[in-house]
Nanobody, 125 residues
Framework: QVQLVESGGGLVEAGGSLSLSCTAS????????MGWFRQAPGKEREFVSA???????IYGDFVKRRFTISRDNDKNTVYLRMNSLKPEDTAVYYC???????????????????WGQGTQVTVSS
């Protein structure tokens, strides 16, 4: 069983930055595909970014080069650096792990087998 724990969320002013971390236990993340999703109140869970085991990455259309995903397999951790934050980025951010699925499929929830509990990001205007 894999446990994912997100951290790094908080309250930030518009234009500010936050770095989220997702640390796994129970299984090494080496060989996994990792994703970040977010969910705002009353909205569907939305794809943010994903990174494959080889380091290829994709982003949601709204990101527009503001976010950067990375991973450190030695630390069993994946990161999401978020810059130029906007009030509309306010949401609970979730990380997820998959050992199946191609890069494009990682935009959907389907290939992810494990999810964290989420960390709240609030951006004030």
């Amino acid at each position: 069983q894999v446990q994912l724990v997100e951290s790094g969320g908080g309250l930030v002013e518009a234009g500010g930055s936050l770095s989220l971390s997702c640390t796994a236990s129970g299984r090494t993340l080496s060989g996994s595909q990792m994703g970040w999703f977010r969910q705002a109140p009353g909205k569907e869970r939305e794809f943010v970014s994903a990174i494959t085991s080889s380091g290829a990455n994709i982003y949601g259309d709204f990101v527009k080069r503001r976010f950067t995903i990375s991973r450190d397999n030695d630390k069993n951790t994946v990161y999401l650096r978020m810059n130029s934050l906007k009030p509309e980025d306010t949401a609970v951010y979730y990380c997820a792990a998959s050992w199946r699925g191609g890069l494009l499929l990682l935009r959907t929830r389907d290939p992810y087998d494990y999810w964290g509990q989420g960390t709240q990001v609030t951006v004030s205007s």
